[in-house]
């Protein structure tokens, strides 16, 4: 196992007895992220068993409270047990005036430095985090108020086809030849990389908070292995568009587009008793890839 997805929140707007308020938590190797940070995330870490101070990331996707109110506590946490130096708080403009409002909210003497970084918004996928490994990526949403989309993905791997290789008789200065030009001369002959080995794509997981329908949602969200993605409404249109979210409705519209391998449902509205309603629209169509998300559902991959 590589890492897990644990899902922390799960209602919209206000928590309830079942569900706390939005956040997901990535386990990768030794690292861990948090996206978005509702209001008692760190309760939930604490009672999932999760590690908060392998937290170096936080991506929170917009400055409604519902998103954000736990971040005072959660980082005041990690500083007064862990000897991080620095936490990065990655969102919107704006997301440095609010975190800073919210951590002068009590009296704390901070040992650790939280950097708030803000991004412009952007229609086409960007760079937040880029790391041998893997790179995390923002976009655009179309909610009342700036909101970015955030994905997690693993960089390709390159697998050499040892047959051809042995052939070939490689040295390891020919691999560092490959790994560094992308090609390497034997013999007066040129060998690229690309004859040698395919490549073999990467983990990748994607959060799609608070929006209305947009295409940017395809963009981002494209090929994911998992997908975590906000249902509101059942099938309200005129609420989400004036609210600015989605309904199950419009996921099931757009899931063939998608190409997600699992599709997790999220900040269901509280006017719903069961989600009876939606499990029932899911299963008509046949998508068994389709959950309903709730607090401390575990993905491990
Ligand atoms: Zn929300
Ligand atoms: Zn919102």
């Known amino acids: ?114 950097v708030f970084l803000e991004y412009e918004n952007s229609n086409e996928p960007f760079v937040l985090v880029d790391k041998e490994e893997y790179q995390v990526k923002g976009i655009s949403l179309n909610h009342v108020v700036d909101c970015f989309g955030y994905s997690f993905e693993e960089k390709p791997k390159v697998v050499f086809d040892k047959e051809k290789i042995k052939k070939l008789n490689l040295t390891d200065k020919d691999f560092i030849n490959l790994k560094n030009k992308g090609f390497t001369e034997k013999e007066g002959k040129v060998i690229k990389l690309e004859e040698i080995s395919t490549e073999k794509k990467g983990f990748k997981f994607t959060y799609i908070p608070d929006t209305y329908r947009t295409e940017n949602i395809k963009k981002l969200a494209k090929n994911s292995d998992v997908l975590v993605i906000e249902c509101t409404y059942l099938d309200e249109e005129d609420k989400a568009k004036k609210y600015k979210h989605l309904t199950l409705e419009y996921i099931l519209e757009i899931y063939p587009l998608l190409d997600c391998k699992k599709i997790i449902l999220t900040h269901f509205s509280r006017r719903y008793k069961n989600l009876n309603e939606f499990r029932r629209k899911i299963e008509e169509k046949g998508y068994k890839n389709i959950l309903l998300g709730k607090d401390f559902l575990t993905i491990e991959f």
């Open 1 to 114: 196992m590589k890492g897990k997805i644990v899902l922390l929140g799960t209602s919209s707007a206000v928590p309830t007895k079942e569900r706390n308020n939005s956040s997901v938590y990535l386990k990768y190797k030794g690292e861990a992220f948090l996206f978005d940070c509702g209001e008692g995330t760190q309760r939930q870490i604490i009672t999932a068993d999760l590690n908060m101070y392998r937290i170096n990331h936080i991506f929170i996707s917009h400055l409604h409270s519902d998103h954000v109110l736990g971040l005072p506590g959660l980082i005041q946490t990690i500083d007064f047990l862990g000897e991080k130096e620095k936490l990065y708080v990655h969102g919107v403009k704006g997301t440095k005036e609010k975190g800073e409002c919210l951590l002068k909210g009590s009296i704390y003497e901070s040992e650790m430095e939280t």
